[in-house]
């Protein structure tokens, strides 16, 4: 049976609302408003009682797999736990009944909040200053990347072009279009990691920035980072850092030393900020000293004299505004709960355990299938389907069929470097019996490769769909409903 | 730490079973002269009682809308929460899963985006609408980056009256183009037809904010027309709960509408998160940016929903994609859709017009004070700007002592004249709107 739309449930004359009456005379709106400016019909929103629509949204909320239930294994999405402390915090009425355009002496637990947060992720990632304004981690490399443009802008140099690995996140490439650079692509060698020489080959004074993500996507550091950036530096362009991969950096290695000149940091996926089935998140961008004057607009700092928080209005090479307000605030305070509840061994304990985590799962399940790259890895790895895809099952159908046992697929398809790829990053929050089990359904659905292939290519059974045709969807495109 | 569930025994078990001594050896790729010998300099750790209680300080160095009787809009408004908002979003169902990639366990949040898209277009008379945008702002930037790949032109026009922060948004995502972004002036508080009908030729949009950043509503009788006359698209920016009675976008002919969903059932939250919502004409929808979902059937023919159109999207298209969006505002979106859906068709339209009772109520009051008038004197919503004879900063500054958050000072904002921009919401009073004329009166004379 279908899951009805709350348009289905709509009745004429139910009532979800409950609102107190006029308490000042009423107005004909044709005067108030304009009878011209009216709109001749209702919008058709549907109408249910307020009981009704919470089983709507509940029965909706339990399709839905989601951290809470079990591991969601989902490489370069930190797909941790969320500690419920920081929604009782993100809850407090101090912080949600604020409005943006409050003077700042009003906000200064708000504003003192943004300023150590922001010098907390200055520590963690050896930069000298940090804007919380972006809002997701793509808003952040577009963020970046419009800071350096504005610093090339204003030493006078000319630089169209903007380099990444094979391996990169797709968000690097379109927010390279975006900022108006040409995209280059750069191939990794045969261990996975960018090898000097062939960045050479593409490296010159035409380069504004060299956009990497470490570790990679394959879970590697990439181990001449050094060197990399130097190159880079020598040439007179800078380098980014996409964090997305932070997880398995903190309090062993910063991104600041490494020589990266700005980086951006996921909060929803590092710290602990819930995803949201989608978002908010929060895209906070690190940079270093030369970047500073660039950073967008307001900047929240310290007065000389009293030390009270304030708003920074004064920066004339500023990049402006990214934001309507200040971006995810709610986001930040979860972050900031995190990070105070962590410490600096707790970060650390964070990325021992991610990385102690991704090897031990690598190493039970490349018996069954294939490692590409079989070295250390870090907080992630990636597998290779292509032993199954030898026997007819694709990696799509592997991915189908783990749903089945309860848990969620690994990322697959990407980075797009690996055939049938399968890519997979436990965080620290699995326990051993946790991770065991994944090892289990995995080595089990191997079994089933072999065995029983049918089953796994007419996979999920279990789930309150079955696999969906979403080619006919997108033909016969249905993403408003008429009734 | 009570959210890593492994213990020193697990540690050791899970070293042997790699193969390796120790964690260092897990390192190998990290160079010797980037590991940190130090512990990062972050403050002690607290427990979660020391946390909770340090962030309750902090929370009470705010003077929270709570505590002040508040008449600030400019973009965020405070409207009414209903219990059941908070209540849903809280779910770990809908708060602890990730963006809907895998389609069979994702279902809850697909039909919900699929239901948010149905509601948008309702509401704004557009044919198709994307799943969320990280503000009002960006989808309004992300709008006009639309109108300038459709229809190849270069010149981008703005309303004088657009909100400010809008226009700044919208410059730096089309600063780095070969683009030029041009005024078109107003008369007296609506759209200067002359200017526009001088400033179209060639011009790739129009960006109409409706209602405008001083709250008056755009006669829209003459401008959609004359738009497409010239070739240009039409972008209108709108507060979505004023749609509940103003002719919506649909309408009136408008390409794109876009506008801050945080009216919708989002607290103030110092500005974020909000939502942005994207609608648009159906012929737009290969080139919208963000995640959109779509009805689906399985091999049952059971009904389901996944995304779809995926190759606009920066993953499967990458530098090619129509955007770089990627985590959307999914969460704050899910609190607009049960806000709709919980006011329904009547309860919108009652919230509307509470709004502009009170408005009109408080307005005409304050306008009967000695030295205030309004600034233009047009057909507005929620919201008006006072002209008044001293310095809006200053009256704001005066009634923080009376514990009223006055209204938004355009002084704040890059902006050519001194005007106090005033709000009331279904939330106000008529007890705290005469206290408020009262304070007002006190202080000005």
Redesign the interface.
């Known amino acids: 049976m279908n899951t009805p739309l709350i348009f289905e449930l709509s009745s004429r004359g139910r009532k979800g609302y409950s609102l107190p009456k006029c308490d000042v005379p009423a107005r004909l709106l044709d005067q108030t408003l304009g009878a011209a400016n009216l709109r001749e019909k209702d919008a058709s929103l549907p109408e249910v009682a307020e009981n009704e629509i919470v089983r709507h949204y509940i029965r909706l909320s339990v399709m839905n797999h989601h951290i809470d239930k079990a591991i969601y294994p989902l490489g370069s999405c930190t797909m941790k736990y969320n500690p419920k402390v920081n929604e009782v915090t993100a809850a407090l009425p101090g912080f949600t009944q604020l409005h943006p355009f409050q003077p700042a002496h009003s906000v200064q637990g708000a504003l003192q909040l943004m300023y150590e947060l922001a010098r907390m992720l200055a520590e963690i990632s050896g930069m000298d200053k940090v804007t919380l304004q972006p809002t997701s981690g793509a808003q952040g490399e577009y963020c970046g990347l419009k800071l350096a443009k504005a610093h090339f802008d204003r030493i006078g140099q000319k630089r169209e072009s903007v380099l990444f690995p094979d391996s990169a996140h797709g968000t690097n490439p379109a927010s390279v279009t975006m900022a108006g650079f040409q995209p280059v692509q750069v191939k990794s060698n045969d261990r996975g990691i960018l090898d000097p020489a062939a960045l050479e080959d593409v490296l010159d004074d035409r380069i504004a920035v060299l956009m990497l993500t470490n570790p990679n996507t394959l879970g590697l550091f990439e181990r001449e980072i050094l060197r990399l950036t130097e190159m880079v530096h020598g040439k007179g362009g800078l380098v980014y850092m996409d964090g997305a991969n932070l997880n398995a950096l903190m309090g062993i290695t910063r991104a600041g030393d490494m020589g990266f000149d700005m980086l951006h940091f996921n909060l929803h996926k590092t710290l602990s900020a819930p995803h949201g089935g989608g978002g908010p998140g929060g895209g906070a961008v690190g940079v270093k000293r030369l970047l500073e004057p660039y950073l967008p607009v307001p900047v929240i700092a310290r007065e000389k004299g009293n030390g009270e928080y304030c708003f920074d209005w004064d920066r004339p090479y500023s990049i402006g505004r990214l934001h309507t307000f200040y971006g995810n605030f709610g986001v930040m305070v979860r972050a900031y709960t995190y990070l105070l509840m962590m410490g600096s061994a707790g970060l650390r304990q964070i990325a021992e355990v991610a990385i102690t985590n991704a090897n031990y799962l690598k190493e039970r399940l490349k018996e069954r299938y294939d490692l590409p790259y079989d070295t250390v890895c870090q907080h992630e790895f990636v597998l290779s389907g292509d032993r199954q895809k030898k026997q007819g099952v694709r990696v799509v159908d592997i991915a189908k069929r783990i749903l089945d046992f309860g848990i969620h697929a690994p990322t697959t398809y990407f980075p797009l470097i690996v055939s049938e790829a399968l890519m997979i990053e436990p965080t620290e929050t699995e326990s051993k019996a946790s991770l065991d089990q994944f090892v289990e359904v995995m080595f089990q659905i191997a079994d089933e490769v072999e065995k029983n292939p049918d089953l796994v290519r007419s996979a999920p059974h279990n789930t309150p769909v079955g696999r969906l045709n979403e080619a006919a969807a997108a033909r016969e495109l249905n993403v408003n409903f008429s009734d | 730490?009570s959210?890593?569930?492994?213990s020193d025994n697990?540690?050791r078990?899970?070293?042997d079973?790699?193969?390796?001594k120790d964690?260092d050896?897990?390192?190998?790729?990290?160079?010797e002269?980037?590991?940190?010998t130090q512990?990062?300099?972050?403050?002690?750790?607290?427990?979660?009682l020391e946390?909770?209680r340090?962030?309750?300080?902090?929370?009470?160095?705010?003077?929270?809308?709570?505590e002040?009787i508040?008449f600030?809009g400019?973009?965020?408004y405070?409207h009414?929460i209903?219990a059941?908002i908070?209540?849903?979003?809280?779910?770990?169902?809908?708060?602890?899963?990730?963006?809907?990639?895998?389609?069979?366990?994702?279902?809850?949040?697909l039909?919900?985006?699929?239901?948010f898209?149905?509601?948008i277009?309702?509401?704004t008379?557009m044919?198709?609408?994307n799943?969320?945008m990280?503000?009002?702002?960006?989808a309004a930037a992300e709008a006009v980056?639309l109108a300038l790949s459709v229809t190849r032109r270069r010149t981008v026009l703005l309303s004088r009256l657009l909100?400010p922060?809008?226009r700044?948004?919208i410059?730096?995502?089309i600063?780095?183009?070969d683009v030029e972004i041009v005024t078109v002036a107003d008369d007296n508080g609506v759209i200067a037809i002359d200017d526009l009908k001088e400033k179209l030729a060639d011009a790739a949009c129009l960006v109409m904010a409706n209602p405008n950043f001083y709250g008056i509503?755009e006669?829209?009788?003459q401008i959609p027309e004359l738009v497409h006359r010239a070739g240009a698209m039409l972008i209108a920016v709108v507060n979505p709960i004023s749609?509940?009675?103003?002719?919506?976008p649909g309408?009136y002919d408008a390409d794109i509408c876009v506008g801050?969903g945080q009216p919708l059932g989002n607290?103030?939250?110092?500005?974020?998160?909000?939502?942005g919502f994207f609608a648009a004409r159906k012929n737009l929808?290969r080139r919208l940016p963000g995640?959109?979902?779509?009805?689906?059937?399985?091999?049952?023919e059971?009904?389901?929903?996944?995304l779809?159109?995926q190759t606009r999207?920066?993953?499967?298209?990458?530098?090619?994609?129509t955007?770089?969006?990627?985590?959307?505002?999914?969460?704050?979106a899910?609190a607009g859709a049960?806000y709709?859906?919980?006011?329904?068709?009547?309860?919108?339209?009652?919230?509307a017009?509470?709004c502009?009772?009170?408005a009109?109520?408080l307005q005409e009051k304050l306008c009967a004070l000695n030295g205030i008038s309004l600034a233009c004197d047009r057909?507005f919503?929620h919201e008006f700007a006072l002209e008044l004879r001293g310095s809006a900063r200053r009256l704001f500054?005066r009634l923080?002592e009376k514990k009223i958050?006055a209204g938004?000072p355009t002084s704040?904002f890059n902006w050519e004249n001194d005007h106090l921009l005033v709000c009331a919401t279904?939330k106000r009073?008529?007890v705290e709107?005469d206290y408020f004329c009262q304070s007002v009166k006190e202080v000005i004379t």
């Open positions: 730490m959210f890593i569930p492994q697990d540690g078990t899970l070293l079973a790699i193969g390796v964690f050896e897990l390192l190998e790729g990290v160079p002269s980037l590991r940190l512990p990062l300099r972050l403050p002690p750790a607290l427990s979660e946390a909770v340090h962030l309750g300080e902090l929370a009470t160095r705010n003077q929270s809308c709570d002040y508040n600030m400019a973009g965020a405070d009414y209903p059941i908070p209540h849903l979003i809280s779910r770990p169902e809908f708060l602890t899963a990730y963006t809907p990639y895998q389609a069979e366990v994702s279902q809850g949040t039909q919900a985006i699929y239901e898209q149905s509601l277009c309702r509401l008379g044919e198709v609408a799943a969320s990280y503000d009002g702002a960006s980056l909100h922060h809008f700044d948004v410059k730096a995502y600063d780095n183009r509503i006669p829209v009788d749609l509940a009675l103003l002719k919506p309408e801050e607290a103030l939250a110092f500005g974020g998160p909000y939502f929808v995640r959109l979902a779509a009805m689906a059937q399985d091999a049952t059971k009904r389901g929903f996944c779809t159109l999207e920066q993953h499967i298209r990458r530098d090619k994609a955007s770089n969006i990627c985590t959307n505002q999914a969460l704050c899910l049960i709709l859906v919980t006011m329904g068709r009547e309860g919108i339209k009652e919230v017009e509470l502009v009772n009170k009109h109520y057909n919503f500054d923080l958050y938004v704040r279904e009073t008529v709107m």
